[in-house]
């Protein structure tokens, strides 16, 4: 082998291992120097003291290069250009606020800083062009200071960014948050911020796994540290499928989903049944058997078709019933269900108020919701009197026509006797044709009147029941994991 050659070669691997020999040996000092300096930055930016602050924050940030020590650093130039109307002060903010977003430009806090940057930067202009003092009010080495714009002052006081770091050894571990349901966090080495109380759950193959509560503050630096002792006895499984966020059941259903699709643990050696599952999909089922030290890879494919959210409310729903296609979807409102893909019927009833019914659309990935305003029915006591009213035309008309038959039939038995035959001007012959005429009238009458009463029965009388239609988007967000990258959805309500 050409010597040129080997002597490369042997400088780039000596150089590859005294830089990891570095690191490794300056990671912890530096983290602790890092510490050191802002929680003392930290108390002279209460104190006031913003010059000491800055300084302190840069020295944080030249131990540990976190975006958020660049953040604090233009938020001690920030109070003292705003203590002093010192433009000089005002331009050191913009400077870092600019690095702190080129350094992290996934900050969450991106649109507050750029305003932030462009109230300064026109305050600084309005600095430089403010007229001098007037005769005695000031000297050369002690201007007067110019009262901040309304726009700086809206502001407010700049509050110092705290910091939560979770590292491993070794690196590269997986992070979750409170629950492993929720899916993978982060990787070690990680930092951000976070509030309140979090249990912290560690996890690498073939080490054990982790698990600390800590308690964040939002303005001081909080360091997670922890060795990762190996663990030889246990396999290592990953759980990927087709559909992002797919629950997952390990052994038992009955304790509940272990976590979100895609998902990688260790688990102890020995055959293990595995489910997978999403909302519109059928199930998978897959039994391995997991041996220790070896990667065992689970990949679900669900078929089925895709769902979205049908979500009814409006007042008085509780006593409500949902139908969807004819069938109860929610015996009583507010309802939230799942619905598949495609067109629907749904129908909303209510013991003494109008059904609606509506033809929707249901898309994947969306939120239809209907705000159900249900109209009373109306009273039907004008049916009530119009049967009462056709019953007594009736009855009558039975009347009138029984007596003029009874006159009939005297006159006809009288006739067929002959002895002596009924005179012609018997007022029998004239009462009987108006009994008849009546009789006719009566049922004509009581005819009508019916007629009017299944009118009055059927008809729709008052307002309708209306809804109101709203169509939202289930957010996406990305996701990252092992054999896996996409979209993951989640959902607010």
């Given at each position: 082998?050409?010597?040129?050659?080997?002597n490369?070669?042997?400088?780039a691997?000596?150089a590859?291992?005294v830089?990891?020999?570095?690191?490794?040996?300056?990671?912890?000092?530096?983290?602790?120097?890092?510490?050191?300096?802002f929680?003392?930055a930290?108390?002279?930016?209460?104190?006031?003291?913003?010059?000491?602050?800055?300084?302190?924050?840069?020295?944080?940030?030249?131990?540990?290069?976190?975006?958020?020590?660049?953040?604090?650093?233009?938020?001690?130039?920030?109070?003292?250009?705003?203590?002093?109307?010192?433009?000089?002060?005002?331009?050191?903010?913009?400077?870092?606020?600019?690095?702190?977003?080129a350094?992290?430009?996934?900050?969450?806090?991106?649109a507050?800083?750029e305003?932030?940057?462009?109230?300064?930067?026109?305050?600084?202009?309005?600095?430089k062009?403010?007229?001098?003092?007037?005769?005695?009010?000031?000297?050369?080495?002690?201007?007067?200071?110019?009262?901040?714009?309304?726009e700086v002052?809206?502001l407010?006081?700049?509050k110092?960014?705290?910091?939560?770091?979770?590292?491993?050894?070794?690196?590269?571990?997986?992070?979750?948050?409170?629950d492993?349901?929720?899916?993978?966090?982060?990787?070690?080495p990680?930092?951000?911020?976070?509030?309140g109380?979090?249990?912290?759950?560690?996890e690498?193959?073939?080490?054990?796994?982790?698990?600390?509560?800590?308690?964040?503050?939002?303005?001081?630096?909080?360091?997670?540290?922890?060795?990762?002792?190996?663990?030889?006895?246990?396999?290592?499984?990953e759980?990927?499928?087709?559909?992002?966020?797919?629950?997952i059941?390990?052994?038992?259903?009955?304790?509940?989903?272990?976590?979100?699709?895609p998902?990688s643990?260790?688990?102890?050696?020995?055959?293990?049944?595995f489910?997978?599952?999403?909302?519109?999909?059928?199930?998978?089922?897959?039994?391995?058997?997991?041996?220790?030290?070896?990667?065992?890879?689970?990949?679900?494919?669900?078929?089925?078709?895709?769902?979205?959210?049908?979500?009814?409310?409006?007042?008085?729903?509780?006593?409500?019933?949902?139908?969807?296609?004819?069938?109860?979807?929610?015996?009583?409102?507010?309802?939230?269900?799942?619905?598949?893909?495609g067109?629907?019927?749904?129908?909303?009833?209510?013991?003494?108020?109008?059904?609606?019914?509506?033809r929707?659309?249901?898309?994947?990935?969306?939120?239809?919701?209907?705000k159900?305003?249900l109209?009373?029915?109306?009273?039907?006591?004008?049916?009530?009197?119009?049967?009462?009213?056709?019953?007594?035309?009736?009855?009558g008309?039975v009347?009138?026509?029984?007596?003029?038959?009874?006159?009939?039939?005297?006159l006809?038995?009288?006739?067929?006797?002959?002895?002596?035959?009924?005179?012609?001007?018997?007022?029998?012959?004239?009462?009987?044709?108006?009994?008849?005429?009546?009789?006719?009238?009566?049922?004509?009458?009581?005819?009508?009147?019916?007629?009017?009463?299944v009118?009055?029965?059927?008809r729709?009388?008052g307002?309708s029941?209306?809804?109101?239609?709203?169509?939202?988007?289930?957010?996406?967000?990305?996701?990252?994991?092992?054999g896996?990258a996409?979209?993951?959805?989640?959902?607010?309500?």
């Amino acid at each position: 082998m050409n010597v040129r050659v080997v002597n490369v070669v042997l400088g780039a691997l000596l150089a590859v291992l005294v830089s990891v020999g570095v690191v490794a040996a300056q990671s912890p000092d530096a983290l602790k120097k890092a510490q050191t300096a802002f929680d003392q930055a930290q108390l002279d930016y209460l104190q006031g003291k913003y010059d000491e602050a800055a300084a302190g924050f840069q020295a944080a940030y030249d131990a540990r290069p976190f975006p958020q020590f660049l953040y604090n650093i233009g938020a001690a130039h920030h109070m003292m250009g705003k203590a002093t109307s010192e433009a000089t002060a005002y331009a050191a903010a913009v400077e870092y606020y600019r690095k702190y977003l080129a350094a992290d430009p996934q900050a969450s806090d991106r649109a507050k800083v750029e305003k932030a940057i462009g109230v300064l930067e026109a305050e600084i202009t309005r600095i430089k062009n403010a007229p001098p003092p007037a005769p005695g009010g000031g000297s050369a080495t002690t201007p007067v200071p110019v009262t901040p714009s309304t726009e700086v002052q809206n502001l407010g006081d700049v509050k110092v960014r705290g910091l939560v770091v979770i590292e491993s050894e070794p690196q590269n571990a997986s992070i979750y948050l409170d629950d492993r349901k929720k899916g993978e966090f982060a990787k070690t080495p990680w930092s951000g911020t976070l509030e309140g109380e979090h249990r912290v759950i560690i996890e690498k193959r073939g080490h054990m796994v982790l698990e600390k509560t800590i308690a964040a503050d939002p303005s001081k630096l909080f360091v997670l540290s922890v060795v990762m002792a190996q663990q030889s006895d246990r396999g290592w499984v990953e759980i990927t499928s087709n559909v992002p966020g797919a629950e997952i059941f390990i052994d038992d259903k009955s304790v509940g989903s272990v976590g979100r699709t895609p998902l990688s643990q260790n688990i102890k050696p020995g055959k293990h049944t595995f489910w997978i599952s999403a909302e519109g999909y059928d199930e998978y089922k897959e039994e391995v058997d997991v041996v220790a030290g070896e990667t065992h890879a689970v990949k679900a494919n669900l078929r089925g078709n895709p769902v979205g959210k049908l979500e009814v409310r409006g007042l008085g729903i509780e006593d409500s019933t949902i139908y969807v296609d004819g069938k109860v979807l929610c015996e009583r409102g507010p309802c939230l269900r799942s619905v598949p893909e495609g067109d629907h019927t749904v129908t909303v009833s209510r013991d003494g108020y109008k059904s609606y019914s509506r033809r929707i659309t249901i898309q994947a990935k969306t939120t239809v919701t209907v705000k159900v305003t249900l109209a009373p029915k109306p009273s039907r006591s004008d049916a009530v009197v119009a049967y009462i009213l056709a019953a007594g035309f009736g009855a009558g008309g039975v009347y009138l026509g029984m007596q003029s038959q009874k006159y009939k039939d005297e006159l006809t038995d009288e006739i067929a006797a002959g002895d002596p035959p009924p005179d012609n001007n018997d007022d029998r012959f004239w009462k009987g044709k108006a009994f008849a005429i009546g009789a006719d009238a009566a049922f004509v009458l009581a005819g009508v009147t019916a007629l009017t009463a299944v009118y009055y029965t059927f008809r729709d009388k008052g307002a309708s029941s209306t809804a109101l239609i709203d169509v939202s988007a289930m957010s996406l967000q990305p996701q990252i994991g092992i054999g896996y990258a996409g979209l993951g959805m989640e959902v607010k309500w």
